[in-house]
C-alpha cells in the first residue's frame, strides 16, 4: 500500500564475541541503518575504549562502513547470504542475543513508550541470561 506510514522501532545492539550485551540504542525506524549504527559503535566505544573493530550484516555496508573507517576502526561486513540457510559465525552472536531479549514478553512488541524505558527493559532481560550463565 502506498503512502502507509508504519510507527516503530529499531533496535541497534553492540555485543562481544561470546554474545554478552555491551552497549543497546533503541531509536525510531525513520533513522537509517548506516547512520544510526556508527553513533551506536561509538556510544559503545566510549563505554569499552578496549574495543578494536566490528563486525556488521550487509545493511551497514556504505556509510557505516566509511565512516567507522576514517576513524581507524576495523569493519568486517558480511556478504549477502545465498539463496539458503547459511551460518555467519560472528554475525550469529548478534543474531542470539537478540533471541535471547525476545523471549521476554515484554519486549516482543513495542509496548514501551519511552526508547529509555526499553533499553533499561533489554539491559534487565540480558542480566538474566546472564545469572543463569552462572548456575
Do not use: Q
Not at 551497514?60 to 558480511?78: A, M, P
Not at 513495542?110 to 543463569?132: G, K, M, N, P, Q
Amino acid at each position: 500500500m502506498a503512502g502507509k506510514k508504519i510507527k516503530g522501532r529499531k533496535r541497534h545492539i553492540v555485543t562481544d564475541t561470546n554474545s554478552n550485551l555491551l552497549y543497546v540504542k533503541v531509536h525510531a525506524a525513520n533513522i537509517h541503518d548506516t547512520i544510526s549504527g556508527g553513533n551506536v559503535f561509538l556510544s559503545a566505544y566510549l563505554r569499552y575504549p578496549t574495543l578494536e573493530g566490528v563486525n556488521g550484516d550487509a545493511g551497514y555496508k556504505g556509510t557505516f562502513k566509511e565512516y567507522l573507517e576514517s576513524l581507524w576502526f576495523k569493519v568486517d561486513i558480511s556478504e549477502k547470504i545465498t539463496p539458503g540457510w547459511e551460518i555467519l559465525p560472528k554475525r550469529w552472536c548478534v543474531e542470539r542475543t537478540f533471541a535471547w531479549i525476545n523471549t521476554r514478553r515484554r519486549l516482543s512488541k513495542d509496548y514501551e513508550i519511552s526508547t529509555h524505558s526499553e533499553e533499561a527493559h533489554i539491559y534487565i532481560a540480558f542480566s538474566s541470561v546472564l545469572l543463569r550463565r552462572l548456575l
